[in-house]
């Protein structure tokens, strides 16, 4: 089949049925579907298929009278068996707000907690890789910690150290 001829096939179709706007167009392609017949099969077969499908085409049904309501009432009642109902009765939202303000005062005493400790506000306090492990670390004990930690994760080992 021709390509140029087999884009266009479907307007042909739709213009069957409907009015055309460009007729001369159209009369091109029913000249050509008259001179090549395997565009005709084609055709032929494209034109079954659509009065197929118009055929089994149903009339639009409106729905009876009390269908949206009786939607919108079973909608409601499934609404009710929720958990999330109970925020709406004013038990559920003085639970809320208790929870809410538990949060904040465990948020509140967790960060004055911290910075009694000292590891909130103090800079972060590396020591540098040394040839001398023996060396002490200097500080205070918040400042030796995060130093000695950060010994540990950097410490690559020498190549002594290595096992063959």
């Known amino acids: 089949m021709h390509g140029s001829i087999r884009d266009r096939l479907e307007d042909l179709l739709i213009a069957d049925s409907t009015v055309s706007r460009d007729m001369s167009c159209m009369r091109d392609l029913l000249d050509h579907l008259s001179s090549c017949s395997e565009c005709a099969t084609e055709f032929q077969a494209m034109k079954q298929q659509a009065d197929l499908l118009r055929s089994l085409a149903v009339e639009e049904v409106e729905p009876v009278v009390g269908f949206y309501s009786r939607v919108l009432q079973l909608i409601e009642e499934r609404a ?8 709406d009765s004013p038990l559920g939202k003085q639970i809320m707000f208790a929870s809410l303000a538990l949060a904040m005062l465990l948020c509140t005493y967790l960060v004055a907690q911290e910075s009694r400790d000292g590891h909130l506000g103090d800079p972060i306090v590396a020591q540098d890789i040394n040839p001398d492990p ?5 500080g205070t004990a918040s400042q030796q910690r995060d130093a000695v930690l950060v010994n540990f994760a950097s410490y690559h080992g020498s190549p002594q150290d290595a096992q063959p």
Do not use: C, E, G, Y
């Open 80 to 87: 009710k068996d929720s958990i999330w109902t109970v925020f």
């Open 134 to 138: 023996d060396q002490p670390v200097m």
